[in-house]
């Protein structure tokens, strides 16, 4: 199965494929000044893998930008890059 492709300011092509957050499924762009919106990240996002459908990758640890990207160590992310 096929995933489309979707963009994000808080997710990045150094990214994981496989990263989502609910934010990437709206069609608005986020308001910089925003106060639920800091330094290009959310506060409150919740993010998931499409590899588990859950907060957890394959390896059991949390999903995040900072944790699911190329360099992270994390031998379950597939980047696009």
């Not at 609910?22 to 762009?29: A, D, I, L, R």
């Amino acid at each position: 199965m096929e995933h489309p492709t979707l963009t994000s300011p808080v997710i990045t092509s150094a990214s994981c494929t496989h990263l989502r957050h609910k934010g990437m499924y709206v069609t608005s762009v986020p308001d910089p000044g925003d106060a639920g919106h800091c330094g290009g990240h959310y506060s409150a996002t919740a993010y998931w893998c499409t590899c588990t459908m859950k907060g957890l990758g394959p390896d059991g640890q949390p999903v995040n930008p900072e944790a699911c990207c190329a360099g992270s160590g994390r031998d379950c992310c597939a980047s696009s890059a």
